[in-house]
């Protein structure tokens, strides 16, 4: 049973720093693209970042360039965000998510992936 599970998620003042952790179960997480997406009340979920199975390409929205850093440690079957300089409208439940989107605008679409996480809650005041 495939599993993706974040955590690190908390309460932060604005101008803070968070890590997010999402480990998995894929049997074969190389061969997969892992992504953060978030979620904030009344809102659609929306692309985050992204990674392909060697780290070596990365993906970020606009809203959280050279703000967030993604990574990943194929032997820990683990993929991270670091959060920093967060603000307020970074306030969502951010998921985790596998898939193997093909290259381009389709890594940022939630419905090419196939596995999601439960979420947590990252929650920044002002």
């Known amino acids: 049973q495939v599993q993706l599970v974040e955590s690190g998620g908390e309460l932060v003042q604005a101008g803070g720093s968070l890590r997010l952790s999402c480990a998995a179960s894929?049997?074969?997480?190389?061969?997969?693209?892992m992504a953060w997406f978030r979620q904030a009340p009344g809102k659609e979920r929306e692309f985050v970042a992204g990674?392909?199975?060697?780290?070596?390409?990365?993906r970020y929205a606009d809203s959280v360039k050279g703000r967030f850093t993604i990574s990943r440690d194929n032997a820990k079957n683990t993929v991270y965000l670091q959060m920093n300089s967060l603000k307020p409208e970074d306030t969502a439940v951010y998921y985790c998510?596998?898939?193997?989107?093909?290259?381009?605008?389709?890594?940022?679409?939630?419905?090419?992936?196939?596995?999601w996480g439960q979420g947590t809650q990252v929650t920044v005041s002002s």
């Open positions: 894929l049997r074969t997480f190389i061969n997969y693209y």
């Open positions: 998510a596998a898939g193997a989107p093909p290259p381009g605008t389709a890594q940022v679409m939630a419905q090419k992936y196939n596995y």
């Open positions: 990674i392909r199975w060697s780290g070596g390409s990365t």
